[in-house]
């Protein structure tokens, strides 16, 4: 049977026009962490074009969409990279 | 392997003294040492900025830097590089990143250099949020590096 659980999802600099620095997504598990793009998703449909561009960090890694989400896991979105 | 720099922060919320970096870098070991400061321009995209404020996902961005100087150092035989980025505001003319690499000779400083800034401006969380004078704001992406 599938465990539903709260999985924090921390996001930076342009996804704050859609999102709070933090958003708790219930989400089932077994589950990816593309499930968390398409939850973010639902919650804003704005934020469409943002999230097809962010890549996904867990602690410091990057990680790929399909990558496995954990139980007490927080999911960082990274958008395109603009320093210098 | 440890960044050849003494407990030195790659992301800092203070101003750039890159004279003072600069001075910390010579040795007896180095020919060359390049020094490139990215500054804040007065304007973009034909609108007039008024000041920068950058945000970081700073543990990400400090062992990514760390990472990306490690692998300079070992392709170019570096004596030293060091990349500091600045979070906050930094206004027009201001320093925003300063990278030095030093090596015997300057083929490999300049290269190296180059190398590092690309990587850094391209691969780490680190994103710009431009205040124009005319009130509006953007947040940056570098997808577009023939321009720069």
């Avoid at chain 2, 490690?70 to 030293?80: Q, R, T, V, Y």
Wanted: proline share 4%; with cysteine.
């Amino acid at each position: 049977m599938n465990k539903e659980v709260e999985i924090t999802v921390g996001c930076f600099a342009g996804l704050r026009k859609y999102f709070g620095a933090t958003e708790q997504i219930k989400c089932p598990l077994p589950a990816t962490c593309g499930e968390i793009l398409e939850k973010m998703l639902a919650k804003n449909p704005e934020a469409e074009i943002m999230l097809g561009k962010c890549r996904i960090a867990i602690g410091e890694q990057f990680v790929p969409q399909d990558f496995a989400l954990t139980e007490n896991v927080v999911v960082f979105l990274i958008p395109p990279s603009s320093g210098g | 392997m440890v960044v050849k720099i003494r407990d030195m922060k790659f992301i800092t919320d203070k101003p750039l003294d890159y004279s003072t970096l600069f001075a910390d870098f010579r040795d007896p070991n180095s020919g060359a040492v390049v020094l490139f400061s990215g500054e804040v321009r007065g304007s973009n995209q034909g609108k007039s900025v008024d000041r920068l404020e950058y945000e970081a996902y700073i543990p990400m961005a400090e062992s990514m830097i760390a990472s990306i100087l490690n692998e300079a150092i070992d392709k170019w035989s570096l004596n030293k590089a060091i990349c500091v980025h600045r979070i906050g505001t930094v206004e027009v003319m201001g320093c925003a990143v300063v990278v030095i690499t030093a090596s015997a000779h300057r083929a490999s400083a300049y290269e190296a250099n180059k190398y590092i800034i690309d990587r850094v401006k391209h691969e780490v969380p680190i994103w710009k949020h431009e205040f124009f004078t005319d009130g509006t704001s953007e947040w940056g992406e570098n997808c577009e590096c023939h321009h720069e």
